[in-house]
């Protein structure tokens, strides 16, 4: 027996609308804490989301807020606080240390359709600064993408910190018509305004980083004094790296940053954790600029502990597979030292930590004791929190007895967690915790700000595959992959569906039980829909992902098939 499927055009357009209205979470940030005069506790949570606008064609940014009582150890009353309100011009923002003001890197465009960069600071109810940043010409553009951009304030609260483009001599060409003779005077006044430009170098080609990153060729660090407005450009980078990723030292005396190298070339930094790069450090005292890390590996997303004594960042082996198990290692910043806390991991049988597989660590990952760290990661077809105690190297599971589904971390700050949470069948949900002491971890109670609706249209369910004898790896044997299923619910036992088998892209990626639109929409259309992690995905061991090279288009594609050959469908 077949089932009917949606095939009226305009049927599916309505699908496709009404399921492209549940909203993304994209970030989260915990105000300060407030104490009643009854000593009751209390603190807003500032989150940002984002939507298809179909009729706009356009994705929105929105912001909610939530207040939250507590007593440190547990969410006592939660409510949103006010409706939703849109998002415009904003490309970065961050709040200062103290929670009493907020930076905002904002993107506007003129009459003549010019667009500007200002970097805003407001303070309570009213913007205190507003800086016209293209106006100073210190710099390019701004960079807000999570790869290289920051904004960082000094623990002082006087500084702001933040990656740019390198500013370029103007250019122009030989043949262009020269202005008529002014006289000495105001020649030399406009020479003294106006920088000379470089003659036949209009069209000079600059390599940039390639896909999400164009344009973007060389970054700069930019101290913005917020007292004098004045932007300094830090002079001290190595001309054979870019920087990005960086924050304030303790004392607010120098500068942290990861910088990649330039070499072999840019393209191809996006989703490649696989770059050599390291850590450095710029000391604005002296001028000098220090390597804190091994340059001889690639690592990413540095983060510094709250009592600012520790930097735990990312490690993985440079020009290897382009994204890969990963090393969680940790810088002392008194005592010089680096150690790793988290191994990479071959493989582990199921029920077992499988390593860390993250292109980020959240911007807040630090507990208030300043030893543990709390970062997600996918673990098989899961996307889990874990929590890291970096003295001992212990890892342990704050979503193992929740629901099942992917959970995201947004935040984390005084051990209240932000998190975001979906399935298949449950678009994405916001979640809040407190991290329990360390050892109790397991006893983590999750509360839920903001309900999404299971769609009961949809079931879903992970299968756990074996390739054949005659398709084992000789060099990776055992391995097996998984599969993520999903089909429609209302439907006779002995329905067979039309399947559509869906391989990840990367090809070291993977495929989680989270919400998803596509599926999601074609499930409702009356389709099986099969999501395929092939051995190679990343989430099963570095065995696994060590699999693959040589085998492209060989070992995956046997994967997808046998994965559609031996699933049990119902019949």
Not at 23 to 38: K, M, N, R, V, W
Not at 183 to 211: H, P, S
Request: glycine share 6%; charged share 20%; with cysteine.
């Amino acid at each position: 027996m077949e089932p009917p499927l949606l095939n009226n055009t305009e049927e599916i357009a309505a699908l496709y609308r009404e399921l492209s209205q549940f909203p993304s979470l994209s970030s989260a940030c915990i105000g300060p804490e407030i104490t009643t005069q009854y000593g009751g506790k209390y603190c807003n949570i500032y989150t940002e989301w984002s939507q298809r606008d179909l009729e706009r064609a356009e994705n929105v940014k929105f912001c909610r807020q939530y207040l939250i009582f507590h007593d440190s150890q547990s969410i006592v009353y939660s409510s949103p606080s006010g409706n939703c309100t849109e998002i415009k011009g904003e490309l970065l923002s961050r709040d200062s240390p103290s929670g009493a003001q907020k930076a905002v890197l904002r993107k506007t465009s003129n009459s003549k359709g010019e667009e500007k960069q200002f970097l805003e600071v407001w303070e309570k109810n009213r913007k205190v600064k507003s800086i016209d940043l293209s106006a100073l010409e210190k710099h390019g553009q701004v960079y807000e993408d999570d790869q290289f951009g920051c904004l960082a304030w000094s623990h002082s609260e006087t500084h702001l910190l933040y990656v740019a483009e390198k500013k370029r001599p103007k250019a122009e060409s030989f043949f262009k018509p020269k202005a008529p003779e002014l006289n000495v005077e105001e020649e030399l006044r406009k020479t003294e305004q106006k920088e000379k430009a470089i003659k036949g170098e209009q069209f000079v080609f600059y390599e940039d980083w390639g896909e999400t990153l164009v344009a973007k060729s060389v970054p700069v660090l930019c101290v913005l004094d917020i007292e004098s407005n004045n932007v300094s450009v830090l002079e001290s980078v190595p001309e054979h790296i870019s920087p990005g990723q960086a924050f304030w030292t303790p004392g607010d005396t120098g500068v942290v940053f990861a910088g990649w190298w330039h070499e072999p070339f840019r393209l191809g930094l996006r989703h490649c954790t696989n770059r050599r790069s390291a850590l450095y450090f710029v000391d604005l005292t002296g001028g000098r600029c220090e390597l804190l890390s091994d340059d001889t590996k690639a690592i990413w997303s540095p983060r510094l502990s709250p009592d600012q004594c520790r930097i735990v960042y990312l490690e993985n082996v440079a020009f290897g597979p382009h994204q890969q198990c990963s090393r969680l290692c940790m810088y002392d910043w008194y005592t010089k030292l680096t150690s790793t806390v988290v191994e990479i991991v071959p493989r582990k049988s199921q029920g077992e930590f499988t390593g860390i597989y993250n292109t980020a660590l959240p911007e807040r990952c630090w507990a208030a004791d300043s030893q543990r760290v709390v970062l997600d990661t996918a673990q098989r077809s899961r996307q889990e929190l874990i929590v890291v105690d970096t003295l001992s190297g212990t890892v342990c599971s704050l979503t193992k007895g929740s629901p099942l589904g992917s959970w995201t971390l947004l935040t984390i700050d005084r051990d209240l967690m932000v998190a975001k949470f979906s399935t298949p069948s449950r678009p994405p949900m916001l979640m809040v915790a407190f991290l329990p002491p360390a050892g109790k971890e397991a006893e983590v109670n999750w509360v839920c700000l903001e309900e999404s609706h299971q769609i009961q249209e949809i079931t879903w369910n992970i299968h756990t595959l074996h390739p054949p004898p005659e398709l084992d790896n000789p060099h990776y044997a055992g391995l097996d992959f998984e599969a993520i299923l999903l089909r429609p619910t209302q439907a006779p036992e002995q329905t067979k569906f039309p399947l559509v088998v869906t391989p990840h892209g990367g090809p070291h990626s993977v495929f989680t039980i989270s919400w998803m639109l596509y599926p999601a929409v074609l499930c409702r259309m009356g389709f099986a829909v099969l999501l395929v992690n092939y051995r190679g995905s990343l989430g099963f061991g570095q065995d696994s992902v060590a699999s693959l090279p040589g085998n492209v288009g060989i070992q995956d594609v046997k994967d997808v098939q046998v994965s559609g050959m031996q699933l049990p469908l119902p019949s």
